[in-house]
């Protein structure tokens, strides 16, 4: 044929459109090519196309369309990995939608530390909390890269605890006195109870004892506890109680 036409519009003229290609009007040709344009190609075009002329029979091969995309996003396992007890191990895993399959990679600052999905720190300790580690998805194919990150919060401690007068304190009856247990290095802050004779005082890290009398005398043991590293440690202090 001397001419071409598209005869058979698509459907929907705003997403495909057809056109006759070069040779097409050239009756001494041997070559014709046909168009199919694909606007804002979308994940269901991701299928078989071929073309197909009014000819009987006359078909082309089958070639299916590949779409690259994302990442739109990234996402971290477990979600909110920011927090652990000193001396304990963390992995972090790093995901993201993509086609062809993305690529991975973790830096701390500006060093790369991991070339993979997966992040693992072990043997944490307190010098790290602070750090910030971010997770870059890359398809190399658009290109196109999504990050995402975290800051580690390590607790730790307590690494001792003391009281502000020594042991044994001897008042008089009737005085009244105040201890305070202090702690050093606890993250986040220790909680503190008192014991007296198996009697838990109420929690402060200052005992006061107001108008004390001889039934008073005897040991009173304070403890700092972190409840996010389950370590607890005890100081004890002896009254004495003096009678005029």
Request: charged share 15%.
């Amino acid at each position: 044929m001397a001419s071409c036409s598209v005869f058979n519009p698509p459907a929907e003229p705003l997403k495909y459109s057809a056109s006759c290609g070069s040779g097409t009007d050239s009756s001494s040709s041997t070559t014709k090519k046909y168009n199919l344009m694909i606007n804002r190609a979308a994940e269901r075009d991701a299928t078989d196309w071929w073309c197909d002329l009014v000819t009987p029979t006359t078909r082309s091969n089958t070639f299916r369309l590949q779409l690259s995309r994302g990442p739109d996003s990234v996402t971290l396992s477990p979600p909110s990995p920011g927090s652990v007890a000193e001396g304990n191990s963390l992995t972090v895993m790093c995901a993201a939608r993509c086609n062809p399959p993305c690529s991975y990679s973790w830096i701390l600052g500006n060093q790369p530390i991991s070339p993979t999905s997966q992040l693992t720190l072990t043997n944490i300790n307190r010098s790290q909390t602070g750090n910030v580690y971010t997770c870059t998805a890359t398809n190399s194919a658009i290109p196109k890269s999504k990050t995402k990150q975290f800051t580690l919060t390590v607790y730790y401690g307590p690494d001792s605890v003391q009281l502000n007068t020594t042991s044994p304190l001897t008042v008089k009856e009737g005085d009244d006195v105040a201890v305070a247990c202090e702690v050093t290095n606890c993250s986040p802050s220790c909680s503190f109870t008192w014991k007296f004779k198996s009697q838990t005082k109420p929690t402060s890290y200052v005992l006061s004892l107001n108008n004390i009398q001889r039934s008073a005398a005897g040991d009173y043991t304070c403890t700092a506890r972190n409840t996010n590293t389950q370590t607890s440690l005890d100081k004890t202090i002896t009254l004495d109680v003096q009678c005029e």
